[in-house]
């Protein structure tokens, strides 16, 4: 027997209310040897939010604990999380601010090569930014493919942090 509950299949209004006014963040599906992630932060520019990017004291808001970084290109960046004892380095190979910005990637506790992360900024029509992420350079090994996967849920995890941050001031 069929019964009428009209509200059996609605999702509570605010979960709607945070379903409809979340920005968008998605994976984009490309090839094993690299994720792409598209999101959107609707009241940030480009220059600001490159700035969370590269500046120590906005960076730590939303991703590490502890960062060290010369922000140019050819500096060095060290990111660290003492709880965990986990340290992430590299170097700026692109840095064009609101634009533009490319830097290698590796944890001192990961076996996989050095892979590459770029991020490009697009201006949207409502003064706000369309984000492109590409980290790419990723063996096609089972190892490679286990750190992809864990970094798709790193790089979703924290993107949806910038976006809780990533406001005007």
């Known amino acids: 027997m069929q019964r009428n509950t009209p509200n059996a299949d609605r999702?509570?209004?605010?979960?709607?209310?945070?379903?409809?006014?979340?920005?968008n963040l998605e994976l984009v599906?490309?090839?094993?040897?690299r994720i792409t992630i598209v999101a959107d932060f609707p009241s940030v520019s480009p220059a600001l939010l490159f700035d969370y990017w590269t500046?120590?004291?906005?960076?730590?808001?939303?991703?590490?604990?502890?960062?060290?970084?010369?922000?140019?290109?050819g500096g060095t960046y060290h990111f660290s999380w003492p709880q965990q004892d986990w340290h992430l380095?590299?170097?700026?190979?692109?840095?064009?601010?609101?634009?533009?910005?490319?830097?290698?990637?590796?944890?001192?506790h990961e076996a996989i090569d050095v892979t590459r992360v770029t991020i490009l900024f697009h201006s949207m029509p409502n003064g706000g930014t369309k984000l492109t992420l590409q980290h790419?350079?990723?063996?096609?090994?089972?190892?490679?493919k286990?750190?992809?996967?864990?970094?798709?849920?790193?790089?979703?995890?924290?993107?949806?942090?910038?976006?809780?941050?990533?406001?005007?001031?």
């Open 11 to 23: 999702v509570p209004r605010r979960d709607l209310d945070m379903a409809m006014t979340r920005p």
């Open 146 to 169: 286990k750190t992809r996967d864990e970094h798709i849920e790193g790089w979703t995890f924290f993107l949806r942090k910038l976006q809780e941050q990533g406001q005007e001031p």
């Open 55 to 73: 500046n120590t004291d906005l960076l730590k808001k939303w991703w590490p604990p502890a960062a060290e970084l010369q922000p140019k290109v």
């Open 29 to 33: 599906e490309t090839a094993r040897d």
């Open 89 to 108: 380095r590299g170097k700026f190979t692109m840095f064009d601010r609101g634009k533009t910005l490319g830097f290698t990637w590796k944890w001192d």
């Open 136 to 144: 790419e350079g990723y063996s096609k090994n089972s190892e490679a």
